[in-house]
């Protein structure tokens, strides 16, 4: 995104667009940068910022292991907006991969935590982004029996599950 854009002859800084603009027009730049057919939709829901992206060969956007995904979502989040952190969270997604994803999440944690309680020892998991570890202790917070914390430094910070106090 460029510090302004001409819209009908006149300056308009990206500051002023509108949370949701904004991200309409960070995505479109984005996928035509890489050269992407697709659709891309934005939606507004509370506390919650969306931009998905849907289409064909959409590999390309998400990236090995989510990583370009990721960091779209991180960037989105700095240049939507700009003043700092804000209440409202920037969610990007592509083709449903966040959902696979956080399937794929739920199955591994399941698994650490039946590991946890029969061994009684703490599993750790490997390091995940801060998003795909919220999901994992919000999952196994609702389980019951088990606990979670994180530790290590970014981009290498993991969860640690251990079994909860009798």
Do not use: C
């Amino acid at each position: 995104m460029t510090d302004h854009d001409t819209v009908d002859g006149d300056d308009v800084m990206a500051e002023d667009l509108e949370p949701a603009d904004a991200l309409q027009e960070l995505l479109e730049e984005i996928v035509d940068a890489l050269g992407l057919e697709v659709g891309i939709e934005v939606q507004e829901d509370g506390e919650v910022l969306s931009g998905r992206v849907d289409g064909e060969d959409v590999g390309l956007f998400i990236g090995r292991h989510g990583q370009t995904i990721d960091a779209v979502q991180h960037l989105a989040q700095r240049i939507v907006f700009p003043d700092g952190p804000s209440d409202v969270r920037v969610v990007i997604d592509a083709n449903g991969y966040r959902e696979r994803r956080a399937e794929a999440l739920r199955a591994e944690a399941d698994e650490a935590a039946e590991d946890a309680l029969r061994t009684g020892e703490p599993v750790q998991l490997d390091p995940l982004p801060p998003f795909e570890r919220r999901v994992v202790h919000e999952y196994l917070r609702e389980r019951g029996d088990v606990d979670t914390h994180s530790e290590g430094n970014e981009p290498e910070r993991y969860l640690i599950i251990t079994p909860q106090a009798p």
